[in-house]
T-cell receptor, first 114, second 114 residues
Framework: DAGVIQSPRHEVTEMGQEVTLRCKPI?????LFWYRQTMMRGLELLIY????????DSGMPEDRFSAKMPNASFSTLKIQPSEPRDSAVYFC????????????FGEGSRLTVL | AQSVTQPDIHITVSEGASLELRCNYS??????LFWYVQSPGQGLQLLLK??????LVQGIKGFEAEFKRSQSSFNLRKPSVHWSDAAEYFC????????????FGTGTQLKVEL
């Protein structure tokens, strides 16, 4: 079975450019999470959706970040404009239900902003 | 707010030796507790979880963890480490009814010497 699929795996861009990260959750899962991982701050929850509806976006750093989930099989995380401090690995995870605690993670998108 | 502390950033053990990774949490009641493992270049994978009941929980790959309410701890153990266990280990806490929203610790990097 396919796991959580993220694209691109690696992205190098210049400051000021728009970045779009994509995620396809596991079929049948109804919760989706975006995490950011850096050496300094570890794993931070940015936003999560339940049944395609954003439930908690308190972790989104600022207005430059936005996330959408137009349907149950696709989500995007957009950064516009990007800055060097946005360099990190961005993980998407999905889960079934709301009480299992088991998140299934994608392999991550490594973003480098020059 | 819930939080997790993993006091050891790096740990090195010899293959065949026992392992204990420490995790302390902060939460007003009994939380849901988890250990995840991350291999290089990969997403996180669930090792085990504690919701309630028996305070000693078994997970995959021969790992176990013990919940100690009096110490607010959830330490991960393995009797005999294999070289393939080298990875980064994350403790996480979730609130019952919190919709699978997890807060992760900063991780412990495990190195296994042959």
């Amino acid at each position: 079975d396919a796991g959580v699929i993220q694209s691109p795996r690696h992205e190098v861009t210049e400051m000021g450019q728009e970045v779009t990260l994509r995620c396809k959750p596991i079929s049948g899962h109804n919760s989706l999470f975006w995490y950011r991982q850096t050496m300094m701050r570890g794993l931070e929850l940015l936003i999560y959706f339940n049944n395609n509806v954003p439930i908690d976006d308190s972790g989104m750093p600022e207005d430059r970040f936005s996330a959408k989930m137009p349907n149950a099989s696709f989500s995007t995380l957009k950064i516009q404009p990007s800055e060097p401090r946005d360099s990190a690995v961005y993980f998407c995870a999905s889960s079934f239900g709301t009480t299992t605690g088991e998140l299934f993670f994608g392999e991550g998108s490594r973003l480098t902003v020059l | 707010a819930q939080s997790v502390t993993q006091p050891d950033i790096h740990i090195t053990v010899s293959e065949g030796a026992s392992l204990e990774l420490r995790c302390n949490y902060s939460y007003g009641a009994t939380p849901y507790l988890f250990w995840y493992v991350q291999s290089p270049g990969q997403g996180l994978q669930l090792l085990l979880k504690y919701f309630s009941g028996d305070t000693l929980v078994q997970g995959i790959k021969g790992f176990e963890a013990e919940f100690k309410r009096s110490q607010s701890s959830f330490n991960l153990r393995k009797p005999s480490v294999h070289w393939s266990d080298a990875a980064e280990y994350f403790c996480a806490v979730g609130a019952p009814g919190g919709g699978n929203k997890l807060t992760f610790g900063t991780g412990t990097q495990l190195k296994v010497e042959l």
